[in-house]
Nanobody, 123 residues
């Protein structure tokens, strides 16, 4: 069983930065593709970015390209989302997700989910 716990969310001003962390329990973390999704109030869950278990393959949504970066530390069983130049439209609950499959932008491809962390960007 794999459990994911996000942290690092909060209130930030537009143009600022925030780093989210996702701590993963389970021996097979290093073999999982990891991803971040987000869901704004009243909207559907949206893919943000993902990284393969080797770190060699990544995918990034156009809406955050050049501003958000995913990284992982397999020794610490943790995946990060560095968010720079955040904008009010980035306000959402951010979810960490994991799968033993390949990098995918589809939320149905991920088997394990965290509880989410709220990010609010003020203008």
């Amino acid at each position: 069983q794999v459990q994911l716990v996000e942290s690092g969310g909060g209130l930030v001003q537009a143009g600022g930065s925030l780093r989210l962390s996702c701590a993963v329990s389970g021996r097979t973390f290093s073999r999982h593709t990891m991803a971040w999704f987000r869901q704004a109030q009243g909207k559907e869950r949206e893919f943000v970015t993902a990284v393969s278990w080797t770190g060699g393959t990544t995918a990034v949504a156009d809406s955050v390209k050049g501003r958000f970066t995913i990284s992982r530390d397999n020794a610490k069983n943790t995946v990060y989302l560095q968010m720079n130049d955040v904008q009010p439209e980035d306000t959402a609950v951010y979810y960490c997700a994991a799968t033993l499959g390949r990098v995918s932008t589809g939320w149905r491809e991920y088997d394990y989910w965290g509880q989410g962390t709220q990010v609010t960007v003020s203008s």
